[in-house]
Every structure is written in structure tokens, then in C-alpha cells.
């Protein structure tokens, strides 16, 4: 299946290439075409590796099974101790902002991330706590094709103009786009047409970026990204992939080799979202509402859970 396929890229031999790409971001789709900086006159260098949630074909049975040997590492990499997702919506157009807000806010403060402690690390001591949500943010955005570095430019603006608060060690940008939006990821692949989402990182004034790009979840991603009848159910689902991915392996876009700031890793599977890729389950949000979220890789239980 293309969806295995291109995992198994993803997985093995991205990562082992990423110190000749990383040496020049021209290998970036449309770096050309990017200032390479801010508003503000700071330095930024577009992330050139991000980690995609491929889509499933329309025909394709999700399987509840783990990958056989599967298991994450940890590679000396920062985790998100206590994650502060900063939903940013391109535009008043996005759908879903108040169930998104209200995702994210129940959903850090949930059973999802007391899971999350068998990923905490003793060399570097980190522990990972339930999170936040900050304050949404609703830009102005009128694009509708864009590239993951006109992304990275147009948070940089925000950060420039302090409309967002500023990068730090538990910050996650996770920016919502509305119906109609294409966005090119660095490898050249394209919105619900090859994946459904994705993670990565960039370094701004010397501190790490760390964001999600999250397409509407209908139009081309419909019936490739979930299987439940409500597209907003799909969303959220999408969303806690890219969320959990971001938490446990933050620096991925940074990674060069399977060491730091690579955190937890599988090699040949992935991230913790991959390993158990469109398998859906719910869990309760700490504001009393059960929420549709993808399973994730448990290394205790070696299964997929939401608890």
C-alpha cells in the first residue's frame, strides 16, 4: 500500500539523509522564494524534515495491529514537559474553532498524557505533566496555497508583532487552516492529497518553533484521515496525532541522525502517532466531554491506547 510505502521512507531513510538537505535549505520546495527573514530582522532557517500523518486509501482497512518489534527509543532529544498548545487559526473562515478550543483544553488535561509518563527521561530529568491551552489566535490570512515555509514566515510576523506568545520549551503552535487550503510540505507532498497532517520544528532567535500544519479535515482529506461519520470527530482525531507526536519527539525537524535532539523514535515505525496511524478512540477531557483522539503507542503495554 503507498501508505506503508511511504512511511517506511519517512522512517529509514529521511532521517539518514537529513544532514545533506539540512546543509542547504534550497532543498526545501520554494526556498528560493523565501526571505529568509523575519519581520524583525531575526534569522530563520525553514525546517526541512517535518513528520507527516500519511493518509489511508479510501478502500484501505485500518488494522488495530501493532507492527511487529515495534518500540520507541529515546535519543537524548527534549519532550514537551508541560505543553501550552496555541491553536492558530489562518483565518476567521476555519471550522471548528470553538470544538478545537475546547479540544484542546480538555484533552492536555486528560487520562491521554498521564499516559504519557513512561516517556519521561531520566538524562535529561524531564517528566511530562498534563498540559494547557493558551489563548487562541485568529489571523487575517487570505492565502490559499501555500508552502510550510510561508507558514514558518507568517508565524514569525506574529511572533515579530507579539500577536502570539513568544517560542519557549512547552509552546505548540498547532495552525488551523479552512476549507479550500493547500500547503506543500518541505519534502514537496501536498495536503490531503499524501497526508492529512504533520509536525516539525524550526529554531527562531535561537529557541526552538514547535508547530503542527492542520488542513480541514473535509474536501480531499475526507475518508482518508478518520473513519468516523463526523468530520469534526476526524479533526480531533488528526489533531491529538500530531499533539502526542509533538509532546514526545518535539525537535524531529531538527534531527539529522537517530540521536539528539531526535527524542522518542522508532526506526523503523516512526513516532508514537505511526505506530498506531488512524486508529481511533475516545477519551475524557478534563472539562467532563469525551473527545475523539487517535491511539497511541504504548511502550508498557505494547499496544495502541488512549489511557
Given at each position: 500500500?503507498?501508505?506503508?510505502?511511504?512511511?517506511?521512507?519517512?522512517?529509514?531513510?529521511?532521517?539518514?539523509?537529513?544532514?545533506?538537505?539540512?546543509?542547504?535549505?534550497?532543498?526545501?520546495?520554494?526556498?528560493?522564494?523565501?526571505?529568509?527573514?523575519?519581520?524583525?530582522?531575526?534569522?530563520?532557517?525553514?525546517?526541512?524534515?517535518?513528520?507527516?500523518?500519511?493518509?489511508?486509501?479510501?478502500?484501505?482497512?485500518?488494522?488495530?495491529?501493532?507492527?511487529?518489534?515495534?518500540?520507541?527509543?529515546?535519543?537524548?532529544?527534549?519532550?514537551?514537559?508541560?505543553?501550552?498548545?496555541?491553536?492558530?487559526?489562518?483565518?476567521?473562515?476555519?471550522?471548528?474553532?470553538?470544538?478545537?478550543?475546547?479540544?484542546?483544553?480538555?484533552?492536555?488535561?486528560?487520562?491521554?498524557?498521564?499516559?504519557?509518563?513512561?516517556?519521561?527521561?531520566?538524562?535529561?530529568?524531564?517528566?511530562?505533566?498534563?498540559?494547557?491551552?493558551?489563548?487562541?489566535?485568529?489571523?487575517?490570512?487570505?492565502?490559499?496555497?501555500?508552502?510550510?515555509?510561508?507558514?514558518?514566515?507568517?508565524?514569525?510576523?506574529?511572533?515579530?508583532?507579539?500577536?502570539?506568545?513568544?517560542?519557549?520549551?512547552?509552546?505548540?503552535?498547532?495552525?488551523?487552516?479552512?476549507?479550500?487550503?493547500?500547503?506543500?510540505?518541505?519534502?514537496?507532498?501536498?495536503?490531503?492529497?499524501?497526508?492529512?497532517?504533520?509536525?516539525?520544528?524550526?529554531?527562531?532567535?535561537?529557541?526552538?518553533?514547535?508547530?503542527?500544519?492542520?488542513?480541514?479535515?473535509?474536501?480531499?482529506?475526507?475518508?482518508?484521515?478518520?473513519?468516523?461519520?463526523?468530520?469534526?470527530?476526524?479533526?480531533?482525531?488528526?489533531?491529538?496525532?500530531?499533539?502526542?507526536?509533538?509532546?514526545?519527539?518535539?525537535?524531529?525537524?531538527?534531527?539529522?541522525?537517530?540521536?539528539?535532539?531526535?527524542?522518542?523514535?522508532?526506526?523503523?515505525?516512526?513516532?508514537?502517532?505511526?505506530?498506531?496511524?488512524?486508529?481511533?478512540?475516545?477519551v475524557l477531557g478534563g472539562d467532563g466531554v469525551t473527545y475523539v483522539v487517535q491511539k497511541e503507542f504504548s511502550n508498557a503495554t505494547?499496544?495502541?491506547?488512549?489511557?
Amino acid at each position: 500500500m503507498k501508505r506503508h510505502l511511504y512511511l517506511s521512507i519517512l522512517s529509514g531513510v529521511v532521517l539518514s539523509a537529513l544532514s545533506v538537505v539540512a546543509a542547504g535549505c534550497a532543498a526545501s520546495p520554494d526556498a528560493e522564494n523565501v526571505d529568509d527573514t523575519t519581520a524583525d530582522g531575526l534569522e530563520s532557517q525553514p525546517g526541512t524534515v517535518v513528520r507527516i500523518m500519511p493518509m489511508t486509501q479510501p478502500d484501505e482497512l485500518v488494522s488495530s495491529a501493532v507492527p511487529a518489534g515495534a518500540k520507541l527509543t529515546y535519543f537524548g532529544g527534549p519532550v514537551l514537559q508541560k505543553v501550552n498548545v496555541i491553536p492558530v487559526y489562518w483565518n476567521s473562515s476555519v471550522a471548528f474553532q470553538s470544538n478545537l478550543n475546547s479540544f484542546y483544553a480538555g484533552v492536555t488535561n486528560s487520562p491521554l498524557f498521564d499516559m504519557l509518563k513512561q516517556y519521561n527521561t531520566a538524562s535529561p530529568a524531564q517528566t511530562i505533566s498534563r498540559g494547557t491551552r493558551g489563548t487562541p489566535f485568529v489571523d487575517n490570512q487570505t492565502a490559499t496555497v501555500l508552502t510550510d515555509a510561508k507558514v514558518q514566515t507568517e508565524l514569525n510576523r506574529l511572533f515579530a508583532n507579539n500577536l502570539i506568545p513568544q517560542p519557549n520549551a512547552n509552546n505548540l503552535y498547532m495552525v488551523h487552516f479552512p476549507p479550500g487550503t493547500s500547503i506543500t510540505a518541505p519534502d514537496g507532498s501536498k495536503s490531503c492529497v499524501v497526508f492529512c497532517a504533520y509536525h516539525g520544528t524550526y529554531v527562531r532567535n535561537g529557541v526552538n518553533v514547535n508547530y503542527g500544519i492542520m488542513p480541514d479535515q473535509g474536501g480531499g482529506c475526507a475518508g482518508g484521515c478518520g473513519t468516523n461519520s463526523q468530520r469534526v470527530n476526524n479533526l480531533t482525531s488528526v489533531s491529538s496525532h500530531e499533539l502526542i507526536e509533538a509532546v514526545t519527539d518535539p525537535a524531529v525537524g531538527l534531527a539529522t541522525v537517530f540521536g539528539p535532539p531526535l527524542a522518542w523514535y522508532d526506526q523503523v515505525n516512526g513516532e508514537i502517532g505511526d505506530i498506531c496511524n488512524a486508529q481511533q478512540g475516545t477519551v475524557l477531557g478534563g472539562d467532563g466531554v469525551t473527545y475523539v483522539v487517535q491511539k497511541e503507542f504504548s511502550n508498557a503495554t505494547k499496544t495502541c491506547v488512549t489511557q
